[in-house]
C-alpha cells in the first residue's frame, strides 16, 4: 500500500472518492485482498475455474455498485466488511442458480440486509473462514515483505537484506550466524543487530499495513493478534509440509 497516507482506514476512505487516486487505492483493496477472497470460495467447494469466476464477478460487483462507498471505520475492520458481503455475495449465487432453474430472475442483495440463509448453506463454518484468515495473513505479511525489500533497495543495503531475509520468519541459530557473517564480513554480533532490526521493521511493517484498514488502535491491536493466530497455523502447516512461509 506504499504511496498513501498511512492513516487509518486511508486506503478504504480514498476508494470511496471520485477521481484516478479513488480509482487507484480501489484497485489496490482488491488486489490486497483477492488472494482471501479466492481462498474463502475455493473452500465452499466450487471448481477451479469457478473460483476464479466467482471471485472476478465479486470484484466487479464490488466496484460496479461501490460497496466500498459503504465501508465505515466506525463499525470495525474492513476485512470484517468485506468477508461479510463476500459471504452475501455467494448465497445470491446459490439464489440465483435456484432462480435459474425455476427460469427466475436474480439481484444482488444491499450490504445493509440480513446474511441468514434460509436454506443452512452458508452457516458458519471454521473451514472457509479459516482458510480467509491465513490467506489474508499470508498476504499482508507479503505486503510488508515487499516494502520492506524495497527499502533496503533504497538504501543500498538489498544484499544484505537477501542474505538475511530468510530469518524474517525463524530465527537464525549459531550455524546460521557463522554462515552469513562469513559470507558478508561481518562480524558476529553486528549481523546479530542486523537481524534484529529487520525483523523489528517487518514488524512495523506489518502494523502499518494493518492500520490502513483500521479505525482505532484497539481495531488495530485485535487484527494483530488475529494474524498472530492465522501466521501460526501457516506455520504449523508450512512446517508439516517441509517449507517456510516466510
Not at 448465497?91 to 427460469?103: L, P, S, T, Y
Amino acid at each position: 500500500m506504499t504511496g498513501f497516507n498511512s492513516t487509518q482506514w486511508s486506503v478504504v476512505l480514498l476508494a470511496g472518492g471520485d477521481g484516478t487516486d479513488a480509482r487507484e487505492a480501489l484497485e489496490t483493496l482488491c488486489r490486497t485482498y483477492r488472494p482471501p477472497v479466492l481462498a474463502f470460495i475455493r473452500t465452499r467447494g466450487y471448481t477451479a475455474d469457478a473460483v476464479e469466476d466467482l471471485a472476478q464477478e465479486f470484484f466487479v460487483q464490488f466496484i460496479e455498485h461501490a460497496w466500498h462507498a459503504d465501508a465505515d471505520p466506525a463499525r470495525g475492520r474492513f476485512r470484517a466488511f468485506l468477508l461479510t458481503a463476500l459471504k452475501r455475495f455467494l448465497i445470491d449465487v446459490e439464489v440465483q442458480m435456484r432462480a435459474q432453474k425455476r427460469g427466475g430472475g436474480f439481484r444482488f442483495r444491499s450490504l445493509e440486509q440480513d446474511t441468514t440463509d434460509p436454506s443452512g448453506n452458508f452457516a458458519d463454518d471454521d473451514t472457509p473462514e479459516v482458510a480467509f484468515e491465513q490467506s489474508w495473513a499470508a498476504t499482508v505479511i507479503d505486503n510488508a515483505k515487499r516494502r520492506l525489500h524495497a527499502e533496503a533497495a533504497t538504501a543500498g543495503k538489498l544484499e544484505l537484506f537477501e542474505q538475511l531475509r530468510e530469518f524474517l520468519g525463524e530465527r537464525p541459530d549459531e550455524a546460521d550466524y557463522e554462515r552469513i557473517a562469513e559470507t558478508l564480513q561481518m562480524r558476529r554480533n553486528t549481523l546479530a543487530v542486523a537481524v534484529h532490526r529487520l525483523r523489528h521493521r517487518l514488524r512495523e511493517l506489518v502494523r502499518d499495513e494493518l492500520a490502513q484498514t483500521t479505525a482505532t488502535r484497539a481495531q488495530q491491536d485485535a487484527e494483530w493478534r488475529e494474524l498472530r493466530r492465522s501466521f501460526g497455523r501457516i506455520m504449523q502447516d508450512a512446517e508439516e509440509n517441509g517449507s517456510k512461509p516466510l
